[in-house]
């Protein structure tokens, strides 16, 4: 442990739902950290913190229309991997869930994002993300191959 880290017994424990949407061409859709926010500028999985009493199903249903106004039923959120990771002032736990079907074209929130782009599963490997979505990349690469 380094001098100042907080015992892993004293972290937070923080439940983010996060989305692989994956258009028809197989192009995930990522969206960039705005730059005044924590690991502001890098690139992310969309999605949002899951609420006290809410299922993460829920969570991501919400975030979604309110970040990128696009409607998502929860029966089309595919439970596919999760991460699970440290960081420094608390433990982020982030189940990744697979869409494939929604209603609406993405439009980015000027507040929840800086940038969005679609990308193909290789080519999120280019793209400097936060640790815990860089372990799902690796899953995303072996789905996209299968």
Partial sequence: MQIGDV??????????AA?????SEGRVL???RPLHKALGGLWE???????VGEAPEHALVRELKEELDLHVEPDALDPFA???HAYTDFHLLMPLYVVT?????????PNAAAAMKWVRA???RAHEM?????VLVERLIERSAS
């Fill in 7 to 16: 015992p892993s017994s004293a972290r937070r424990l923080l439940l983010v």
């Fill in 122 to 124: 290789e080519a999120l």
């Fill in 101 to 109: 079907r929604w209603q609406g074209e993405p439009k980015l929130d």
């Fill in 30 to 32: 990522i969206t960039q």
């Fill in 19 to 23: 989305a692989a949407l994956i258009d």
């Fill in 130 to 134: 936060p640790p815990a979505d860089v």
């Fill in 82 to 84: 999760f991460a699970s």
């Fill in 45 to 51: 999985f969309p999605g949002g913190k899951v609420e």
